[in-house]
C-alpha cells in the first residue's frame, strides 16, 4: 500500500513558522504556554489538541514547539495541486473522514501507515481528535481514531509512544490583539494499554479515547450545560478579582492567562457542585443572578461600574486617558491612513469566507492570512512609492514606523472607546436614583454574601469538614 508522508522540506517549514509566528504575533496581544515542559522534546510524540480555531490552531501549535510537527489535517485543504503540494512540503498528512467522502475511508489506513512512517523515525503528529472544528468553546466528543493511530503503533512497533494532550484557550478569537493560552497536559504512556489492546481492542481503544477526552477537558474550560456555562459566566464578572487576591488554589508560578484559566475552572467545579448537591439553592442564586444581570443590561452598565459605585470611584483615569487622545492623535491618523486598504482587504475577506454563522470559527484563521496578504501587499506598495521620492535611510525609517504606527492606532482607538466609556458611565451613575443605586449595591453585596457562603460549603466537602450552620438547600 503506498503510504502519503512526505518529510517536510526543512527550511520551507522553518520560513513557514516563522512567517505564521509573525502574523500571529501581531493577531494575538499574547499567547502563553502553560507547562511548556511537557511539550516533549523528542521521540514519538502525537499531540492532542482540542478544535475550537480552524487552521489557527494548528498554526498556534507548531509554533509553541520547537521541534518540527507533522499535522493530520483533512483532504478537503489539499483540493489544488499547488495547496496539496505546498501542505505536503510542510509535512501535513492528509485524513478522508466519512463527511468527506464515505466511499473512499480506505484512505483512513493510508494516513495510518504515513503517521507510523513519522513516530518510526522518532517525529511528531499534531492531530484534532474532535474530528471537526467548531465554534463552542466546550469540547465535542473525541472520535476513536487517535486511540486507534496510537494503539495500533505502539503494538507493531513498541517504540514508547506517548500522547500529549493540549488546550487551547482563547480569551476572544474573533477580536483583533486577544490573548491564547497553549496548555500541555501529562502525557499518556500507550505501552499501559497495549497488554488490554492485546486481549480486546474495542475496550482498549474505548478506554484510551475517554482517559484522553477527561484530560482534555482538564486543559480548558469545559462547562457542556449551556445553562450553567452562562452562571460560571457571571459568577466569574463578579467573583474572579476577589478569588484572586484570596487565591489558595494556585500553588504554583503561573502566567496571567494560566491564573484566569485555572481559577475559572474552580470556579466552574463550584457552580456544578451547587447545582448538583443543593438544586434549589442553585436555581435560587441564578434567578438572583438574572435579576442583577437584566439592571445592568438595562441600564448599560458592568459589574466593574457597580463596584466602582459602591468604591465611590471612577474605574478608569479619565485625565491619563484625555492626554493619551490628545498626545496620540497624530501618531495614530498616521498609522490608520496606512491601515486603512489592509483593513479593507480584511474585512471584505471575513464577510466573504466567515460571514455566515456556522463559519464563524474560521474569523480568525481568515483574518490571519488576509492580514498577511493585505498588509505586505500594501505596506511594500507604500514603501516602494516612498523610496522613489526619499532613498534608503528614510525609506528604512519609515517601513519601520508602518508597523509601530498600526499598533498605535489600535490601541488608540480602543483607548478612546474606554474614554467615552467612562464619561457615559459617569453620567448614568449620577443620574441614577438613589433608590436604583442602593438597590443594585445591594442586590451585588447580596450576590457575593451567596457566592462566599456556597465557597465555604463547597470547599468543606472537598476537606471532608462539616459546614458551620444549616444547609439551605
Not at 453585596?445 to 476537606?463: D, M, N, P, Q, V
Request: with cysteine; charged share 25%; hydrophobic share 45%.
Amino acid at each position: 500500500m503506498a503510504t502519503m508522508a512526505q518529510a517536510p522540506t526543512p527550511w520551507i517549514y522553518r520560513i513557514v513558522r516563522g512567517v505564521m509566528r509573525l502574523a500571529l504575533g501581531f493577531y494575538f496581544a499574547r499567547i502563553e504556554r502553560f507547562h511548556a515542559e511537557r511539550a516533549l522534546a523528542d521521540g514519538p510524540v502525537l499531540f492532542a489538541s482540542n478544535h475550537p480555531n480552524s487552521l489557527t490552531d494548528g498554526f498556534v501549535v507548531a509554533c509553541s514547539m520547537s521541534r518540527q510537527v507533522h499535522f493530520v489535517a483533512t483532504v478537503e485543504i489539499f483540493g489544488s495541486r499547488a495547496g496539496a503540494a505546498f501542505f505536503r512540503r510542510c509535512g501535513v498528512i492528509p485524513v478522508n473522514r466519512l463527511k468527506d467522502n464515505p466511499r473512499a475511508m480506505r484512505a483512513a489506513l493510508q494516513t495510518f501507515e504515513s503517521c507510523f512512517e513519522v513516530l518510526k523515525d522518532g517525529g511528531a503528529i499534531a492531530i484534532f481528535p474532535e474530528g471537526v472544528t467548531h465554534d463552542d468553546p466546550q469540547l465535542k466528543d473525541v472520535k476513536t481514531g487517535s486511540a486507534r493511530m496510537a494503539l495500533e503503533f505502539e503494538q507493531r512497533f513498541r517504540a514508547g509512544l506517548r500522547i500529549v494532550p493540549v488546550g487551547l484557550v482563547f480569551s476572544a478569537k474573533q477580536r483583533y490583539r486577544s490573548n491564547a493560552l497553549v496548555h500541555f497536559g501529562e502525557a499518556i504512556r500507550i505501552d499501559e494499554y497495549i497488554d488490554d489492546y492485546a486481549a480486546q481492542r474495542k475496550p482498549a481503544i474505548r478506554a484510551l479515547t475517554a482517559d484522553l477526552q477527561t484530560r482534555l477537558e482538564s486543559l480548558i474550560l469545559h462547562v457542556p450545560e449551556l445553562e450553567l456555562s452562562r452562571v460560571v459566566d457571571a459568577v466569574k464578572r463578579l467573583y474572579l478579582d476577589r478569588l484572586r487576591m484570596g487565591n489558595i488554589i494556585i500553588q504554583e508560578p503561573v502566567s496571567a492567562q494560566a491564573e484566569n484559566l485555572l481559577l475559572t475552572q474552580a470556579i466552574a467545579d463550584g457552580v456544578a457542585y451547587t447545582f448538583r448537591e443543593h438544586p434549589q439553592r442553585g436555581r435560587r442564586f441564578r434567578r438572583r443572578l438574572e435579576r442583577y444581570e437584566s439592571w445592568l443590561e438595562r441600564l448599560r452598565l458592568t459589574d466593574r461600574d457597580v463596584a466602582d459605585l459602591e468604591a465611590g470611584t471612577l474605574r478608569r483615569p479619565v485625565l491619563q486617558e484625555t492626554a493619551f487622545a490628545i498626545l496620540g492623535a497624530p501618531v495614530a491618523a498616521y498609522g490608520w491612513l496606512h491601515r486603512l486598504a489592509p483593513l479593507a482587504v480584511i474585512q471584505w475577506a471575513v464577510r466573504r469566507f466567515a460571514g455566515r454563522e456556522e463559519s464563524q470559527a474560521q474569523v480568525s484563521t481568515t483574518a490571519i492570512i488576509a492580514g498577511l496578504a493585505g498588509f505586505t501587499l500594501f505596506y511594500s506598495l507604500y514603501i516602494a512609492v516612498f523610496y522613489q521620492f526619499a532613498g534608503w535611510s528614510w525609506t528604512v525609517w519609515y517601513a519601520v514606523s508602518l508597523p509601530l504606527s498600526g499598533l498605535v492606532a489600535h490601541y488608540y482607538t480602543q483607548e478612546l472607546g474606554r474614554l467615552r466609556g467612562s464619561f457615559r458611565v459617569a453620567a448614568v451613575l449620577l443620574g441614577l436614583r438613589l433608590g436604583t443605586a442602593q438597590r443594585l449595591r445591594r442586590q451585588r453585596a447580596a450576590l457575593l454574601e451567596e457566592i462566599e457562603s456556597l465557597r465555604a460549603l463547597y470547599r468543606a466537602t472537598l476537606t471532608g469538614d462539616r459546614p458551620h450552620g444549616p444547609d439551605s438547600s
